[in-house]
């Protein structure tokens, strides 16, 4: 099997409070919206933020509970654009979870929670590279 992740979705309270947390936040582009969904092409698969009751009823199960412990990561090319990046989603409608700074095992980041508390990490890695596509390729 191909190891690889084609579509994450997160469930949203508020799909508008949502929508101006990625497309002023981090800047996205929606390639389709409608009253439930908004999807973005992200490099080489999709985000989906979906109407949580909806979503509830597109999976079958209602009452859906939060997930435990996890977060997704945006990193960036420079070290100095970790803060930027925070703020700039901090501005539009995200709470900031960890202020940057540097971990023990290397690097710059911080934590930032979409309106919906879905976490982020905005890193900065200066072992890994990202192409001019955004594709992120591990490095030691």
């Not at 997704?72 to 090319?77: C, D, E, G, P, R």
Request: hydrophobic share 40%.
């Amino acid at each position: 099997m191909q190891q690889q992740i084609s579509v994450i979705t997160l469930g949203t309270r508020d799909l508008a409070r949502s929508r101006r947390f990625y497309v002023e936040g981090f800047g996205w582009s929606p390639v389709f919206e409608n009253e439930d969904i908004i999807f973005y092409q992200m490099n080489g698969l999709m985000l989906g933020t979906f109407r949580k009751a909806a979503l509830e009823q597109d999976m079958n199960c209602p009452d859906l509970q939060t997930p435990g412990a996890f977060s997704l990561a945006h990193n960036v090319a420079e070290r100095g654009q970790v803060e930027t990046v925070i703020d700039k989603l901090a501005a539009s409608g995200g709470r900031i979870l960890r202020p940057a700074d540097a971990p023990p095992h290397g690097g710059f980041r911080g934590y930032v929670a979409d309106p919906d508390g879905h976490a982020w990490e905005i890193a900065w890695n200066p072992a890994w590279a990202i192409d001019d596509q955004g594709r992120v390729t591990f490095g030691l």
